[in-house]
Structure formats: structure tokens, C-alpha cells
């Protein structure tokens, strides 16, 4: 069955520390795939995707995300964390095949130190 | 203001009692889903309609029903054959006209029944 998967449950940094949160899939065919975000009592908001192209992908808030076809993956990064970033983040694939039918990642929760 | 609007934020509801879920859109979006958020889970899909009058099973659709009777409003009953209904329901919609099928998501009800 397609799955994605993030292995980091709960990750605790330091402000000013550097970010990379694993995201894999499993679909061997074309892809679209996101990273969203949840900042405590918000609504889940868009933090970047990816549809085709250049795979390193920008977003919003200094967030970045490399796809790299042949490991499956979608890890998203940021050099310089902040307090602010504290939320979750969920990793999600839209295989070609399933229409508009999302699959989601177990999400990430990031917590920062001041 | 575009958007997507669930109501209530919290709802208690005693065990055997059915309960809905109110979503309404005005993106004008084509497609709706309703997500069920558990901790450690992320979301997984209930249902998902991609038209009016027409909508397909997700993920984990037992004990659960939807109506998708206007473009803008896509109700999910919780019926009381639902084995563990107490959770964080998240409602989305997209423009299935699209090529990129992302997901915009309302505030989320949350649901607890005792």
C-alpha cells in the first residue's frame, strides 16, 4: 500500500539551530508532494511543494525541501531555526494515480528552546 | 474572505448519539474531504467527494457518513456505530480543475464523546 513515512516523532531544538525533518515515500510512479504545517491552535496551512522541475523547492518562513527521486524521499530543512517554528509538520505525497487523493505522513512535532 | 469554515470548534456528545459535522467552502472548490486527526497518526481520510452529489470512501470510512448536496458544504455524521469517535476532525477542499490538487483546511471540530 502507498505509505509516507517520518521517522522523527518529536524533535527538540535549540533557536538558532539547523533543521532537517525526514519524509519517505513509498510509490514507485510520479509524485506531487507538500509539507504542511500546524502551529498550535491554527489551522494546517501550506508550508511548500513540489509538482516538477527544480527539485530543491522554497517556502514559506525560510523552509526548504529537497525531493530526491531515487532514496523516495522529501526531507524539508531550515539553516536557522526559531521559537516561532514550534509546530507540527506533516509530509504529504499525491500519487498521479489516485487523483486528488492525499496521503499523510504521522507528522513531526518540532519543539524549539528559547 | 475566502475560506473554510467548521463549526463547532468543540462538541460533547454522549455515547449513541449521532452527531454532524458542519464544512462550508467559499473557494469554490470542486473537491471536499473530511480527515480524522488522532495523536501520532496524523490524518487519515474518511471521506472524499470530488462533486456534487458524488463521494467515495476514504481510509477509514465505517461509522461514518457525508451528504454532498451543495458545492459548498460537505456534512460528516458520526453515527454511534463509530467504535472511537472522540477525536480532531480537519475538513479540506481543492480545485480539482488543477493539475496540483492542494489542499486548503479549515480550523477543525473537535469531538469528544463520553
Known amino acids: 500500500a502507498q505509505s509516507v513515512s517520518q521517522h522523527n516523532h518529536h524533535v527538540i531544538l535549540s533557536e538558532a539551530a539547523s533543521l532537517e525533518l525526514g519524509c519517505n515515500y513509498s510509490?514507485?510512479?510520479?509524485?506531487?508532494l507538500f509539507w504542511y504545517v500546524q502551529y498550535p491552535g491554527q489551522h494546517l496551512q501550506l508550508l511548500l511543494k513540489?509538482?516538477?522541475?527544480?527539485?530543491l523547492v522554497k517556502g514559506i518562513k525560510g523552509f526548504e525541501a529537497e525531493f530526491i527521486k531515487s532514496k523516495f524521499s522529501f526531507n524539508l530543512r531550515k539553516p536557522s531555526v526559531q521559537w516561532s517554528d514550534t509546530a507540527e509538520y506533516f509530509c504529504?505525497?499525491?500519487?498521479?494515480?489516485?487523483?486528488?487523493?492525499?496521503?499523510f505522513g504521522s507528522g513531526t512535532r518540532l519543539s524549539i528552546r528559547p | 474572505d475566502g475560506g473554510i469554515t467548521q463549526s463547532p470548534k468543540y462538541l460533547f456528545r454522549k455515547e449513541g448519539q449521532n452527531v454532524t459535522l458542519s464544512c462550508e467552502q467559499n473557494?469554490?472548490?470542486?473537491?471536499m474531504y473530511w480527515y480524522r486527526q488522532d495523536p501520532g497518526q496524523g490524518l487519515r481520510l474518511i471521506y472524499y467527494s470530488q462533486i456534487v452529489n458524488d463521494f467515495q470512501k476514504g481510509d477509514i470510512a465505517e461509522g461514518y457518513s457525508v451528504s454532498r448536496e451543495k458545492k459548498e458544504s460537505f456534512p460528516l455524521t458520526v453515527t454511534s456505530a463509530q467504535k472511537n469517535p472522540t477525536a480532531f476532525y480537519l475538513c479540506a477542499s481543492s480545485n480539482s480543475g488543477t493539475e496540483t490538487y492542494e489542499q486548503y483546511f479549515g480550523p477543525g471540530t473537535r469531538l469528544t464523546v463520553t
Open positions: 510509490y514507485g510512479g510520479t509524485v506531487n
Open positions: 513540489y509538482f516538477s522541475g527544480d527539485p
Open positions: 504529504a505525497v499525491i500519487p498521479y494515480s489516485s487523483a486528488s487523493k492525499i496521503i
Open positions: 473557494l469554490n472548490h470542486d473537491a
